[in-house]
Structure formats: C-alpha cells, structure tokens
C-alpha cells in the first residue's frame, strides 16, 4: 500500500508537469514540422491564397485535435460528463474546470504552428503578393500590362527562378515587403497569446479563487478514484483468479483420489510447504490431465465457499440460482473490457 | 514521513534555485530565439524605423510576461496580496519583497534580448540608416531629398542591385553599428555596477527587515506547496474509502448468495486519523472556503 500512496503522490505531485512535458514537446514537434516541411508555393493567381492560407491555417487545427486526442483526460472528461447523476451530484464548475484546462494546454502547439510560419514569412509572401501595392513600390504604369496580366506577373514573386516582372516591380523589393509585415504580424499574434495568457493566469487569484480551488480539488479526486477504483478491480480479479484456480486444482485433486484409490496425500500431517503446494498432483499423467481439463473444460466463474466439500469442480455441480450470475457476469465482463 | 520530509526539505532550500534555473533558461532561449530569427529589414522609407524599433522592443515585453507566467511565485504572491485579511494580517514588506524578486528574475531575459540585438547592431542600422546627415558620407551628398531618402532607406539591404559595391553604404553601416555596440556595451556595464553595488550595500540598510521578509516569503510559498500535498493525500484517502465502502456493499449483496469473496485488506484505523473526521462532499468544501477567508493564526502553540 505505501508503494501505491509513492507512487500516487508522485503522479498527482507531477501530473502537472507531466502534461506541462507533454505541452512542450508537442510545441516543440510543431516547430520541426514547419522546418521539415517543403513549402512550394503554386505562383499562379487564383491558388497562391488558398495554398498560403491553408498551410497557415489547416496544421494549427489538426494540432489542435491531436493536443486532444494525446490528452488521457479527456475520457474522464467525458465520462464525467455523461454519467448519470445516481447518489452524487454533478458539478458544472469541476466539467469547465476540466474542458478549459484541457483546452489551453491543446492551443499551445497550433498557437506555436502559427507564430513560426508568420515570422518565417514564406506563406503570406505566397498568399498575398499579388496585393502588393504596385505603385507604392515599383512602376504602376507599365504600359502593355492588363490587370490579369500582371496579376499573373505578382503572382510569381515567391518563385523567384520564373519570375518576370522585374521592370514592374523588383522581387527583392516585393518579397521585403511582404515578410515585413508578416514578421510583424507574427510578433503582434505571439504578443497577444501571452498577454491573453498573463492576463488569465494573473487575474484568476483577484476573482474566484475559492471556486478554483474546489473544482481543482474534486477534478483531481475523480481522477484518482478513476484509477484506485481501476486497480482495486485489478487486485479483486487476481484474487478470484487464485481462488478460481487454486479451487480447480483441488477439485482435480480430490477426483483423481476417487478415481485411483491413492492414499489422500493430503491428510498427511507432516507435509512439507512444498509438498503441499503439489495440490496432490505429484506425475506427469495426472499433470496433462489437468492442462487438457483445463483447456477443454474451464470451472465457471463461481468460488464455492471453503466448508462446503467440492466434488467435480470443473463438471459443473449444484449451481447458484441464476440471478445471482448476473452480477459475476459484469464484472467479469467489465474485466475483460479493461 | 521522512521521504516527505526529504522532499520538502529539497523544495526549501531549492525553490530559488528553481526559480534561478528557469530565469537562465529563459534568457538562454531569448539569446537563441534571436539567432534563429531572419532579420530583414523592408529597406523603405515608413517602415524601417518601425520594424527596427519594433523587433528590439515587443519581444522583451513577450519575455517578461512569459517570465511573470512561468514564475510560480507570482501566483503565490498574488494570492497573498488579495486574499480577505480573516485572522492573519497581511505584512506589505513581504508582498513588496516577493514583487521585487519576481521582477527582478522576469528582467533578465528582456535585458538580454536588447543587449544582443544591440551588439549584433542589426536593428540599429535598420531604424536609424534614415536619419543620417547626408553631410558626413560622400556618397550621399549631392542628392535629391526624395532620392536621399530612397537610398538611405536601402542601406540596410547589401543585395540591393542600388547598394551592391556603394562605399558609402558600408560607411554609414559601420557608423551605426559602432554607436549600436557602444550603447550596447555601455547597457551591460551600468547594469552590472548596479547589481554589483545593490548586493554589497544591501547589508548596510534594513538588514533584519530584509531577512524577515524572506523568511516569511518562503514560508508562504512551502504553506502552499504543503496545503496543496495534504488536499491530495487526503483526495487518495477519501477516494479510497468511498471505493471501500462501495465494495464492501457489493459484498454483502453478495454474500446473500453464498458467494465468498476473498478478504480485502481491512480498514486502517490509522487512516481515519488522517481523514481528521473530513469525509463526505460539504465538509471538504467548507474547508476549501475557509481556507480562503480565514487563514488561521501564525501560533501554533
């Protein structure tokens, strides 16, 4: 028990920073993805936008799922959620609690996703060079040019090998100006999380902290009963397994004296420890019995009580009435789900 | 009881460290994040002083909030300064020392963050190539004002087909970059008489208020640390009894049916100890409320 209460301490104690590692590395991952990925940008008119906008866009959302996903809470969450009410009340406050937690820890790597493709610059160079202010910037009347011309024109200033305009406007000159602002777009957004997050985090303790401390309070306890209630099955099953099996094997026992009129070892009152862990199987014959009974013919799932004498423990003698199998039947149904 | 105390010991005597070690971290990441950051300025004539001055000063602003964020002594302090009085007073020198020291730490970062961005010089040439005095540089002088302004502006851009082998440009670079590295080393040299000189003076002003405060500072933040380790201890009871007595029912439905269970560890008289008589949904939060309006004495006599 002390090893659980280590052990327990240990995860409620870090369980914090244990997802707070997690965070961390999944923003770190959304970083060597942005590095790791080729970005090409179509320059063509109509498809710059929508490929800039959604590599801008789509990861962010998708990390955003995955941050749910990996999160072991959520199920708790859920289940929480969708209990009935029974003999214990639901709290809304815990469930928010729970949801706006699992949240901000979900919107760090999209939050970082968008941060390192705005200040790298190469999507919105690709998804708005052709709102470049021409005239601003290079030579608006260049004669020859209809709008869709040199629309096509702008739209090739991320691909600088095929680029053409250079009387119209120069690429360095263009591409300068798009990653400027999209550098200072990125700074602004990445100013803004963390003045979002200060702000949360900051001003929490002036409003409502006897409310936070109750819903963090239950929200940890109805993890930690998750898992005591987890294991305590666990430790219930290991126990009916023992007494399933240790009952088989007596019951075998006990068959095989009646079978060939062998002196009950058992009532031997000098019996070594050893001795009597045998269970009165003491030759191979009888040991390949018992395997092949217990593969072709397992005991059901009924423990007898010890002063009752049990004969053919794996035939199937006088059973219990049927309802009360009901409830071995789920558990033992739930066992096999965990 | 002696691995709690081992723990809480480490805590103790380490939490500064703690706080120390993130604040190193963080201004490791500032110099890094600089590093890896491409630098270019737009080389026009509105938004050279902009971008310049932006990237040498939003980015500490982002350091210091996350150095408030990450320090989680600002959370303590915070509590502290406004929970409701109940039967303990509040003493401002503890708040004002532990704002002091949560400052001080959410400073370091920013600070290296303008004193590379300063000896780089990068963001200095950018804001300011345009404010020459065309006088100086031979290169600039017989110009029109418009095309003046134009070339300036460019002068951050080495490629720029204007300023490939332009003597000048390189001038006026090496100018700025020279004041940009002198501010930079001058920064560095102020800031470090000064922290030189506040730690050796401090001794010879308010000693024992200093050493109160820090004692009583600490001890606030190892009482929450403390506080926040017995509500689990005491949620991993709670939790236990509550499954006990659920099993315990399902046994003695059971038992109605001759099915013997296995015995499960009996209940430990210890336990209720610890429970303190606490035991069932109101009782928990009445204790979480007071808590937080009535902080007990400091007497435990």
Same mark, same amino acid.
């Given at each position: 028990?002390?090893?659980?209460?280590?052990?327990?301490?240990?995860?409620?104690?870090?369980?914090?920073?244990?997802?707070?590692?997690?965070?961390?590395?999944?923003?770190?991952?959304?970083?060597?993805?942005?590095?790791?990925?080729?970005?090409?940008?179509?320059?063509?008119?109509?498809?710059?936008?929508?490929?800039?906008?959604?590599?801008?866009?789509?990861?962010?959302?998708?990390?955003?799922?995955?941050?749910?996903?990996?999160?072991?809470?959520?199920?708790?969450?859920?289940?929480?959620?969708?209990?009935?009410?029974?003999?214990?009340?639901?709290?809304?406050?815990?469930?928010?609690?729970?949801?706006?937690?699992?949240?901000?820890?979900?919107?760090?790597?999209?939050?970082?996703?968008?941060?390192?493709?705005?200040?790298?610059?190469?999507?919105?160079?690709c998804a708005f060079c052709t709102s470049v202010?021409?005239?601003?910037?290079?030579?608006?009347? &260049?004669?020859?040019?209809?709008?869709?011309? @040199?629309?096509?024109?702008?739209?090739? @200033?991320?691909?600088?090998? @095929?680029?053409?305009?250079?009387?119209?406007?120069?690429?360095?000159?263009?591409?300068?100006?798009?990653?400027?602002?999209?550098?200072?777009?990125?700074?602004?957004?990445?100013?803004?999380?963390?003045?979002?997050?200060?702000?949360?985090?900051?001003?929490?303790?002036?409003?409502?902290?006897?409310?936070?401390?109750?819903?963090?309070?239950?929200?940890?306890?109805?993890? @930690?009963?998750?898992?005591?209630?987890?294991?305590?099955?666990a430790e219930h099953a290991r126990s009916f397994?023992?007494?399933?099996?240790?009952?088989?094997?007596?019951?075998?026992?006990?068959?095989?004296?009646?079978?060939?009129? &062998?002196?009950?070892?058992?009532?031997?009152?000098?019996?070594?420890?050893?001795?009597?862990?045998?269970?009165?199987?003491?030759?191979?014959?009888?040991?390949?019995?018992?395997?092949?009974?217990? &593969?072709?013919?397992?005991?059901?799932?009924?423990?007898?009580?010890?002063?009752?004498?049990?004969?053919?423990?794996?035939?199937?003698?006088?059973?219990?009435?049927?309802?009360?199998?009901?409830?071995?039947?789920?558990?033992?149904?739930?066992?096999?789900?965990? | 009881?002696?691995?709690?105390?081992?723990?809480?010991?480490?805590?103790?005597?380490?939490?500064?460290?703690?706080?120390?070690?993130?604040?190193?971290?963080?201004?490791?990441?500032?110099?890094?994040?600089?590093?890896?950051?491409?630098?270019?300025?737009?080389?026009?004539?509105?938004?050279?002083?902009?971008?310049?001055?932006?990237?040498?000063?939003?980015?500490?602003?982002?350091?210091?909030?996350?150095?408030?964020?990450?320090?989680?002594?600002?959370?303590?302090?915070?509590?502290?300064?406004?929970?409701?009085?109940?039967?303990?007073?509040?003493?401002?020198?503890?708040?004002?020392?532990?704002?002091?020291?949560?400052? #001080?730490?959410?400073?370091?970062?920013?600070?290296?963050?303008?004193?590379?961005?300063?000896?780089?010089?990068?963001?200095?040439?950018?804001?300011?190539?345009?404010?020459?005095?065309?006088?100086?540089?031979?290169?600039?002088?017989?110009?029109?004002?418009?095309?003046?302004?134009?070339?300036?502006?460019?002068?951050?851009?080495?490629?720029?087909?204007?300023?490939?082998?332009?003597?000048?440009?390189?001038?006026?670079?090496?100018?700025?970059?020279?004041?940009?590295?002198?501010?930079?080393?001058?920064?560095?040299?102020?800031?470090?008489?000064?922290?030189?000189?506040?730690?050796?003076?401090?001794?010879?002003?308010?000693?024992?208020?200093?050493l109160q405060a820090r004692h009583w500072s600490?001890?606030?933040?190892?009482?929450?640390?403390?506080?926040?380790?017995?509500?689990?201890?005491?949620?991993?009871?709670?939790?236990?009894?509550?499954?006990?007595?659920?099993?315990?029912?399902?046994?003695?439905?059971?038992?109605?049916?001759?099915?013997?269970?296995?015995?499960?560890?009996?209940?430990?008289?210890?336990?209720?100890?610890?429970? #303190?008589?606490?035991?069932?949904?109101? #009782?928990?939060?009445?204790?979480?409320?007071?808590?937080?309006?009535?902080?007990?004495?400091?007497?435990?006599?």
């Amino acid at each position: 028990m002390d090893k659980f209460r280590m052990i327990f301490q240990f995860f409620q104690s870090n369980q914090e920073s244990f997802m707070n590692g997690i965070c961390g590395i999944m923003a770190l991952a959304s970083t060597q993805m942005y590095s790791a990925f080729d970005f090409n940008c179509p320059c063509l008119p109509h498809y710059n936008m929508a490929y800039g906008l959604g590599i801008l866009l789509v990861p962010p959302f998708i990390l955003f799922l995955l941050g749910f996903v990996l999160n072991n809470n959520i199920s708790m969450l859920a289940e929480e959620w969708r209990r009935p009410h029974g003999q214990r009340g639901k709290d809304p406050a815990v469930l928010r609690y729970m949801f706006c937690s699992m949240a901000q820890r979900a919107m760090i790597a999209p939050a970082v996703w968008v941060s390192v493709t705005l200040l790298d610059g190469k999507c919105i160079t690709c998804a708005f060079c052709t709102s470049v202010p021409v005239e601003a910037l290079g030579n608006a009347s &260049h004669p020859l040019l209809s709008q869709g011309e @040199i629309q096509r024109v702008l739209a090739r @200033i991320p691909c600088k090998e @095929i680029y053409n305009g250079q009387e119209l406007i120069a690429n360095e000159v263009a591409v300068r100006y798009l990653r400027c602002i999209s550098q200072a777009l990125g700074w602004c957004f990445v100013l803004l999380m963390t003045t979002l997050a200060f702000l949360v985090r900051s001003l929490r303790p002036c409003f409502s902290q006897a409310a936070f401390l109750k819903s963090r309070y239950w929200s940890h306890y109805i993890d @930690i009963e998750r898992k005591l209630f987890d294991d305590t099955c666990a430790e219930h099953a290991r126990s009916f397994a023992k007494v399933c099996i240790q009952q088989f094997f007596e019951g075998m026992s006990t068959d095989l004296v009646a079978a060939r009129c &062998h002196l009950p070892r058992k009532a031997s009152a000098d019996m070594g420890e050893a001795s009597k862990k045998l269970l009165g199987i003491t030759d191979q014959g009888t040991m390949n019995m018992a395997l092949k009974s217990w &593969h072709r013919c397992k005991p059901p799932l009924h423990l007898h009580p010890p002063d009752l004498p049990s004969g053919n423990g794996w035939v199937g003698e006088g059973q219990p009435p049927v309802h009360s199998s009901a409830p071995r039947r789920e558990t033992a149904a739930y066992y096999s789900s965990v | 009881m002696d691995r709690f105390r081992m723990i809480f010991q480490y805590f103790q005597s380490n939490s500064e460290s703690v706080m120390n070690g993130i604040c190193g971290l963080l201004a490791l990441a500032s110099v890094k994040m600089y590093t890896c950051f491409d630098f270019s300025c737009p080389c026009l004539p509105q938004y050279n002083r902009a971008y310049g001055l932006g990237i040498m000063f939003i980015p500490p602003v982002i350091l210091f909030l996350c150095g408030l964020i990450l320090n989680r002594q600002s959370l303590v302090m915070l509590d502290e300064w406004r929970r409701p009085q109940g039967h303990r007073k509040k003493d401002l020198a503890v708040i004002r020392y532990m704002c002091s020291s949560i400052m #001080q730490r959410a400073m370091v970062a920013p600070v290296a963050w303008i004193i590379v961005t300063l000896l780089d010089g990068k963001c200095l040439i950018c804001a300011f190539s345009g404010s020459m005095d065309p006088e100086k540089f031979v290169g600039f002088a017989n110009v029109t004002p418009v095309q003046l302004e134009q070339l300036l502006a460019k002068v951050p851009c080495k490629d720029d087909e204007l300023m490939r082998n332009n003597m000048s440009r390189k001038a006026v670079s090496r100018y700025l970059r020279c004041w940009s590295q002198a501010l930079g080393w001058s920064i560095l040299l102020i800031l470090i008489v000064a922290a030189f000189l506040a730690r050796w003076l401090r001794p010879c002003f308010n000693q024992d208020t200093l050493l109160q405060a820090r004692h009583w500072s600490n001890y606030i933040d190892i009482e929450q640390k403390i506080f926040e380790e017995t509500c689990c201890e005491h949620s991993r009871l709670f939790a236990h009894k509550c499954i006990l007595h659920f099993f315990q029912s399902m046994r003695q439905e059971i038992k109605l049916h001759s099915f013997n269970l296995p015995r499960q560890g009996e209940g430990d008289e210890g336990e209720e100890d610890l429970l #303190q008589g606490i035991t069932d949904q109101h #009782q928990v939060n009445k204790l979480l409320k007071t808590w937080y309006y009535e902080k007990p004495p400091l007497d435990v006599s």
